[in-house]
């Protein structure tokens, strides 16, 4: 099977390598950066296409060899670049974080026969399989949260945090309204807002806030109550409230010295030098997901816990690891027909189908990636 991956950046360097591994995978990495496409050419079995793909309105005769198509572009242009791998007609799996809806392209998807699994990382992603697993498993879901993070391993002020993916992506996730469901209502609440203090298990206590990641599950799911939260370092969040107050991440364009810039865009700038993973620093990720509802008529709880670490042999990052990972697990159910739904596909539909979560969890578990969960019965709450 021929496999593109648009992207080589942390996250898609890491994907394009862990499929050049299967035999039957014959991968080509497309990134318009040619000293990445040619450092992963040397590091792995691929080869190499540069290409600027906000330059090309039409990705036909760029995939006209793909069987199967991995979008690992950052979120500004993620719409975009899926709208185009659709209208390629190529079956696709997206990591890619986009504002846009993304069901917007299911019309089209189905249209042209074309599989497409949206937000396919570790949250949206992996949270996602999980609840959709328990929907098949549970008779009632009363209560959906998730709390995840990346996080430098060693804390530097005043930030306490490196992006181990675009500081952009980063950014406008502080800008971007929470949306939430409470009593079966959606609920919008400032991004980085409700602070609280929460202990998880290996790193202590984190703080976490609201930011908009439930995305699809406002509409596939029908939970009367649903929560993500991002986490960092305590004292993260009031540091960005700062900033955003001050205007640094306004996107308005200003006029500086005869030159006009969106403050957001100098301030990914400014913070890329800081937040940039140094050589010897490492990263790691938590996650936990709670799931309440009634399961063979008792009220139960799923706790799913996560804590991964960099890999020192690999050198990959966690967070490419728990997002890469999680892709190439679902490349590999479209790529054998375990998953084949038509049109656009959240993640949530993909753990709804037997078997799909067993197998991404032993995907992950083979590459040192591990969930550790815990079931137990509790009092029904109102």
Request: aromatic share 8%; proline share 5%; glycine share 8%.
């Amino acid at each position: 099977m021929q496999i593109s991956v648009l992207g080589s950046g942390l996250v898609g360097g890491a994907i394009v390598k862990d499929l050049a591994q299967t035999p039957d995978f014959h991968v080509t990495v497309i990134d318009r950066n040619p000293d990445a496409v040619h450092r992963l050419e040397s590091e792995a079995k691929v080869r190499g296409c540069i290409a600027d793909l906000n330059a090309l309105d039409d990705f036909s005769r760029l995939l006209s060899d793909a069987d199967l198509v991995v979008c690992a572009v950052p979120g500004y242009m993620g719409f975009s670049t899926l709208q185009k791998v659709i209208a390629a007609c190529k079956n696709v799996v997206d990591i890619s974080f986009f504002a846009e809806d993304p069901f917007l392209l299911d019309e089209p998807a189905q249209q042209r026969n074309v599989t497409a699994v949206i937000d396919c990382g570790v949250a949206p992603g992996l949270s996602n399989i999980l609840l959709g697993d328990l929907t098949r498993r549970m008779e009632r879901i009363e209560r959906y949260e998730c709390y995840v993070g990346g996080l430098p391993e060693v804390r530097r002020r005043p930030f306490e945090y490196k992006a181990v993916f675009s500081p952009l992506d980063v950014l406008e996730e502080y800008t971007r309204p929470a949306r939430f469901v409470e009593c079966g209502r959606e609920v919008v609440r400032p991004a980085l807002s409700d602070v609280e203090l929460r202990n998880f298990p290996h790193i202590g206590t984190l703080e976490a806030f609201n930011t908009d990641g439930l995305r699809t599950l406002m509409r596939t799911m029908q939970i009367p109550f649903m929560k993500e939260k991002t986490l960092r370092y305590p004292g993260h969040a009031d540091l960005m409230a700062a900033l955003r107050e001050s205007g640094f991440l306004s996107k308005e364009p200003l006029e500086v010295a005869g030159v006009r810039v969106a403050p957001i865009q100098l301030t990914a700038k400014l913070l890329f030098k800081q937040w940039r993973l140094q050589p010897g620093e490492r990263d790691l990720t938590v996650m936990q997901v709670g799931v309440e509802g009634v399961e063979a008529g008792h009220s139960v709880r799923y706790t799913y816990d996560l804590f991964d670490r960099y890999d020192d042999v690999a050198g990959v990052t966690s967070m490419a690891r728990t997002t890469g990972y999680t892709c190439t697990a679902v490349v590999r159910l479209v790529a054998s027909g375990a998953f084949r739904r038509i049109g656009v596909c959240p993640p949530e539909l993909v753990g709804q189908t037997p078997g799909c979560c067993e197998a991404v969890l032993d995907h992950l578990a083979a590459r040192g990636v591990r969930v550790a969960f815990r079931r137990e019965e509790i009092e029904h709450r109102v």
